[in-house]
């Protein structure tokens, strides 16, 4: 069975350039994301085994999904790719749930090295 991936960020290539590295690495059907609400709104919807999720969008951010997630108890795999490569930001995203964190534009061997290195493929 393939995974269920969603990809979340405001960016049309961003989102095609996180899609491709994921879909290289795992079986994988991709759902897109425009906004962290639209984001939301689908994981009520139905259940996704990773989230690939950008940090800066319009609507609800990234923190504000992950903290949302929590809330929620939506129970999903989160890689954050953005280019706020703060180091608070990375310890605040991995507080709230993230696996890691990729730096943009995403690089398929970052994102391989985060799902392997938690298991999740």
């Given at each position: 069975?393939?995974?269920?991936?969603?990809?979340?960020?405001?960016?049309?290539?961003?989102?095609?350039?996180?899609?491709?590295?994921v879909m290289s690495i795992l079986p994988c059907a991709v759902?897109?994301?425009?906004?962290?609400?639209?984001?939301?709104?689908?994981?009520?919807?139905?259940?996704?085994?990773?989230?690939?999720?950008?940090?800066?969008?319009?609507?609800?951010?990234?923190?504000?999904?992950?903290?949302?997630?929590?809330?929620?108890?939506?129970?999903t795999y989160v890689v954050v790719i953005s280019a706020d490569?703060?180091?608070?930001?990375?310890?605040?995203?991995?507080?709230?749930?993230?696996?890691?964190?990729?730096?943009?534009?995403?690089?398929?061997?970052?994102?391989?090295?985060?799902?392997?290195?938690?298991?999740?493929?």
């Open positions: 069975m393939a995974f269920q991936v969603l990809v979340c960020d405001d960016s049309v290539m961003a989102r095609k350039q996180a899609s491709k590295a759902t897109h994301a425009t906004d962290g609400e639209h984001a939301l709104t689908l994981m009520s919807e139905q259940h996704f085994d990773l989230l690939c999720l950008d940090l800066t969008m319009p609507k609800i951010d990234g923190i504000g999904v992950l903290q949302q997630m929590r809330t929620r108890k939506i129970e490569v703060q180091s608070q930001m990375k310890q605040r995203t991995a507080q709230l749930g993230a696996l890691g964190f990729i730096n943009k534009p995403v690089k398929t061997d970052a994102l391989a090295d985060v799902l392997h290195k938690f298991g999740v493929y």
